[in-house]
């Protein structure tokens, strides 16, 4: 599990992130990645925050569900926290999604998504975001999507 990148930056001049300096002269730029180069190529100064530890996963899992998994066994939640990585945009989207569905039928969807993709690799959390957007977004009615 990676840890997220969290960096500020006083931009001057032009560059890449430049585009980001909305604000206007003085103003400075928080990003977040878990990808440490782009803090890196950006000059900027990088702090790491840790992974959501399962605990505080789960909390927000059920705190987007709604109290719609309360029933729901921490195992069961547990399995939904760590195939995503427990990041958490993912926990978010789950979480609503799973005010309408059952965890088992959202677990199928899930693996069904992972075994339709042959370069799947379980530590990238970019898949398990990909496959919680694609879940929610399938529920849509099509007119919607």
Not at 11 to 34: D, K, M, N, W, Y
Not at 38 to 67: F, H, K, R
Not at 116 to 130: I, M, N, V
Request: with cysteine; net charge neutral.
């Amino acid at each position: 599990m990676s840890a997220l990148q969290v960096f500020g930056l006083c931009l001057v001049g032009g560059g890449a992130l430049r585009h980001f300096q909305v604000g206007g002269e003085g103003c400075q730029l928080l990003l977040t990645t878990r990808n440490k180069s782009i803090a890196d190529g950006a000059g900027a100064e990088s702090y790491i925050i840790p992974a959501m530890s399962q605990t505080e996963a789960v909390a927000l899992l059920d705190m987007w569900a709604s109290g719609k998994i309360v029933h729901i066994d921490f195992e069961q939640k547990l399995a939904i926290v760590n195939r995503l990585t427990r990041l958490p945009l993912a926990l978010k989207l789950a979480g609503a999604r799973l005010r309408d569905t059952h965890p088992e039928t959202w677990l199928s969807q899930f693996k069904s998504l992972r075994e339709l993709d042959a370069e799947w690799d379980t530590d990238d959390p970019g898949k398990s975001l990909y496959a919680s957007f694609t879940i929610s977004l399938r529920a849509l009615p099509t007119n919607a999507q």
